[in-house]
T-cell receptor, first 114, second 116 residues
Framework: SAVISQKPSRDICQRGTSLTIQCQVD?????MFWYRQQPGQSLTLIAT?????????ESGFVIDKFPISRPNLTFSTLTVSNMSPEDSSIYLC???????????FGEGSRLTVL | AQSVAQPEDQVNVAEGNPLTVKCTYS??????LFWYVQYPNRGLQFLLK??????LVKGSYGFEAEFNKSQTSFHLKKPSALVSDSALYFC??????????????FGQGTTLQVKP
């Protein structure tokens, strides 16, 4: 299985600021995925990040708010821009393990916006 | 549209008793079904999946799930619950024909509380 590391694990941010979350995988993967888990709710896919191309965003999510980088096959970042309290969530990085098709998740980055 | 329903927000069971966490799904075509567990302040951990084949799937920590196509259900079960099983459980689905292998539709989650 893949080992996925996320930084920061948690942060408290001020309204109007931006925060970049990093995701590192211990093996090369074609696609990486960013999910959001709002308080007390389920997970929703934000975007799919492919190396060498722009990320593909799901309905309701836009690049200006959630810019994503994917500089190589083991690393991705998600930025939450111009944050508001509604952005308080857990943001999870995930990858599909190519040998089994399972989706593995990082530990998540818990964001609180004041 | 694809969807997953977990009809119970919380399931309470005594340690040693069998447990069931319910999940029903709606998807076009054949479903790929998954169960994940989330412990407090942790990410999601994969428990088990159904892709094809045997309707009874065995997974991690003694959990199993039964795929029922006619009832479009994929209930999670364990013969004897442990206090350490207390956590938040998510059911998820992906259509077999989906081009995005990482896009899962998750249910709302069910909190399992196992009491000693």
């Amino acid at each position: 299985s893949a080992v996925i590391s996320q930084k920061p694990s948690r942060d408290i941010c001020q309204r109007g600021t931006s925060l970049t979350i990093q995701c590192q995988v211990d093996s090369q993967v074609t696609m990486m995925f960013w999910y959001r888990q709002q308080p007390g709710q389920s997970l929703t896919l934000i975007a799919t990040a492919n190396q060498g191309s722009e990320a593909t965003y799901e309905s309701g999510f836009v690049i200006d708010k959630f810019p994503i980088s994917r500089p190589n096959l083991t690393f991705s970042t998600l930025t939450v821009s111009n944050m508001s309290p509604e952005d308080s969530s857990i943001y999870l990085c995930s990858v599909v393990w190519p040998y089994t098709g399972e989706l593995f998740f990082g530990e998540g980055s818990r964001l609180t916006v004041l | 549209a694809q969807s997953v329903a977990q009809p119970e927000d919380q399931v309470n069971v005594a340690e040693g008793n069998p447990l069931t966490v319910k999940c029903t799904y709606s998807v076009s075509g054949n479903p790929y079904l998954f169960w994940y567990v989330q412990y407090p302040n942790r990410g999601l951990q994969f428990l088990l999946k159904y892709i094809t084949g045997d309707n009874l799937v065995k997974g991690s920590y003694g959990f199993e799930a039964e795929f029922n196509k006619s009832q479009t259900s994929f209930h999670l079960k364990k013969p004897s619950a442990l206090v350490s099983d207390s956590a938040l459980y998510f059911c998820a689905v992906r259509a077999s024909g989906s081009s995005n292998t990482g896009k899962l539709i998750f249910g709302q989650g069910t909190t399992l509380q196992v009491k000693p």
